[in-house]
């Protein structure tokens, strides 16, 4: 049986975000996963257990270019790609897709790279974006597919020269199994209830979701802001626990902490709010709207594919209090016919466009193609 490497940053992203495509290989190929532990997740070894693949530790230093860390994490995937010579890697997240890369190409391995998003790093016009867009393009010449989950980044990539036009192909997001998130089952709450669920960083428009709640609590009674989410102080845009302890003091919002099982969230709440700043293909907002829930997100790449304005929620101007005030204002007023309406439009759209089972028979189709 060939056997394929999936590679990532922290182990965290693979049984988060690819369990359904881990099981879709499994019947034709052996899988190990490849990446760093993380604090995400308290059941992360349990998932990789139950999917029965093996798991390989490299530790990863996320906070940015170390010349010594990268060089000993490049020398690690080395070790490990030439003992278990793959058939073929996938990789997804920063290092790992530049590092990765240059690793396979080094051992002439074939591999994907998987662009899930572009990251804080891309949102700058600085020395670091600068150096980083010159690494992909020299570690990625030799990728034999790399695979974009929206349009906007895959333009970007292709405009700048990073990849070759025979090299990109488009995925309609991870995928999500629609079976397993399903209608949360409950009728609107009498408070009408808002949750933001991410990563507590600033380019998750954390700043702007708490301005615009302190706004609208001000002027509506019948409201209740919710917030779920891990602080990831090796993110450099991550707030400080501090101010999250102020926000909750305060009584701004009611804070959920984090959970393995964000269904359990989804049930407390009728509308899922990511006033994010740039996204792969937001996975909140895919098990969001699979769960039926109307949603309110920045009109920017991986968030305005999910989100048909005034169909099954309303888009915002990112980084814009206003704007998002607006389309809180928005929600509030909607009748319940008109809401649940719009809700149900939600899930439509995933099971017809963003399923795991779409998703997944493009990878199984590339694959079979590439080894």
């Not at 182990?11 to 190990?32: C, E, G, P, S, V």
């Not at 530790?57 to 790609?81: A, E, H, M, Q, T």
């Not at 034999?144 to 906007?152: E, G, P, R």
């Not at 990539?157 to 997001?173: C, E, R």
């Amino acid at each position: 049986m060939k056997t394929i490497i999936l590679n990532s940053n922290i182990i965290w992203t693979i049984t988060q975000f690819r369990k359904d495509l881990i099981k879709a290989l499994k019947n034709k190929y052996t899988i190990i996963c490849v990446a760093d532990d993380d604090k995400f997740s308290d059941n992360s070894m349990a998932i990789l257990d139950e999917l029965d693949v093996k798991f390989i530790k490299v530790k990863v230093d996320r906070k940015g270019i170390n010349p010594l860390k990268d060089i000993f994490y490049i020398y690690s995937l080395y070790k490990i790609y030439k003992k278990i010579k793959p058939d073929l890697i996938i990789h997804y997240t920063i290092k790992p897709n530049i590092y990765g890369s240059l690793v396979a190409r080094i051992l002439n391995i074939k591999s994907f790279a998987v662009i899930s998003g572009l990251g804080s790093s891309f949102l700058k016009d600085n020395f670091l974006s600068k150096i980083i867009k010159k690494l992909y393009k020299f570690a990625l010449q030799k990728s034999n597919k790399i695979f974009f989950l929206n349009n906007d980044d895959m333009k970007y990539f292709v405009d700048n020269n990073i990849v070759q036009k025979d090299q990109k192909l488009l995925l309609p997001g991870e995928g999500v199994d629609t079976d397993y998130y399903s209608c949360c089952d409950k009728d609107r709450n009498e408070k009408i209830t808002f949750l933001m669920i991410a990563r507590l960083l600033k380019d998750k428009g954390l700043y702007e979701y708490i301005e615009t709640v302190k706004k609208v609590k001000s002027k509506n009674e019948n409201v209740e802001f919710l917030l779920a989410g891990v602080l990831d102080s090796d993110n450099p845009t991550s707030i400080q626990a501090r101010e999250l302890q102020a926000w909750i003091d305060q009584g701004v919002i009611k804070y959920l902490g984090k959970t393995d099982d964000i269904r359990e969230f989804l049930k407390l709440c009728d509308v899922i709010v990511l006033p994010s700043y740039r996204e792969g293909l937001s996975r909140v907002l895919l098990e969001a709207c699979s769960c039926e829930k109307f949603i309110i997100t920045s009109d920017i790449a991986g968030c305005k594919e999910l989100c048909e304005e005034g169909k099954n929620g309303f888009l915002c101007k990112p980084k814009d209090i206003d704007s998002l005030t607006k389309a809180f204002s928005l929600t509030i007023s909607l009748d319940k016919k008109m809401f649940d309406q719009m809700s149900k439009k939600s899930r439509e759209m995933v099971i017809n466009t963003f399923s795991s089972e779409i998703v997944n028979n493009i990878y199984l189709k590339v694959i079979k193609e590439t080894i």
